[in-house]
């Protein structure tokens, strides 16, 4: 049984992505597909995102973001209290955040998130609370699908994640900040992160 496939600079194009597509609506059994470095337009990668039931990366960053106002704010400072806080949130969620999700892996996607975020939106330093509960919320299984619908299960963890800013935020806020990163990002949501490649190497290794 194939977990991981990696299809990465294969030259698909959008007519690939739907034959692809219509494959991953019956596969159960793949966990990651690569899909970075081909010719899929957002129509496609629309397509694929719907019908997998894996994860899907679709793009890979090449340029980083070390210049950014975002990484210089406090002298790193900033960046380094909000990530100790995000991991301390999440550590105390006790799997209350995604259940079936690696805690790991969930919290290297929210630090994905606001870093791409916060390196392309400006926000006031009093909002970078508001910003990594939502990327928490973002990083979710559920949080990238069901953002702009009315899930009780999202009410649910938007109004604990609103509870940990100790009543700066309501749930409304933290549901209006998914929303706002998931416009941003885009499909830069689905770009893998140093812990999946970490992961792979164990894997490869022998370590896990």
């Given amino acids: 049984t194939i977990r991981r496939l990696s299809l990465k600079d294969n030259a698909i194009d959008d007519a690939g992505a739907h034959v692809l597509a219509a494959a991953l609506t019956v596969n159960t059994s793949l966990e990651e597909l690569d899909l970075w470095g081909n010719n899929i337009t957002k129509v496609g990668k629309a397509a694929l995102l719907a019908a997998a039931k894996c994860k899907v990366f679709l793009e890979l960053e090449v340029a980083p973001f070390q210049s950014s106002a975002w990484f210089r704010l406090a002298g790193g400072r900033a ?116 812990y999946n490649f970490l992961r792979r190497y164990l894997r490869k290794t022998g370590w896990t």
């Fill in 79 to 194: 960046r380094a209290v909000l990530f100790e806080w995000i991991s301390q949130v999440q550590t105390g969620a006790h799997g209350a955040l995604d259940g079936n999700a690696d805690p790991q892996d969930l919290l290297f996607r929210t630090f994905s998130f606001i870093d791409k975020f916060l390196s392309s939106t400006r926000v006031k330093r009093s909002e970078l609370q508001l910003t990594g509960v939502a990327a928490t919320l973002a990083a979710t299984s559920q949080g990238i699908v069901e953002a702009s619908h009315d899930s009780h299960r999202n009410d649910d963890l938007a109004a604990w994640l609103a509870f940990v800013t100790n009543g700066e935020y309501t749930a409304d806020n933290v549901k209006e900040a998914v929303r706002r990163i998931i416009k941003v990002l885009g499909f830069k949501m689905h770009t893998p992160t140093a």
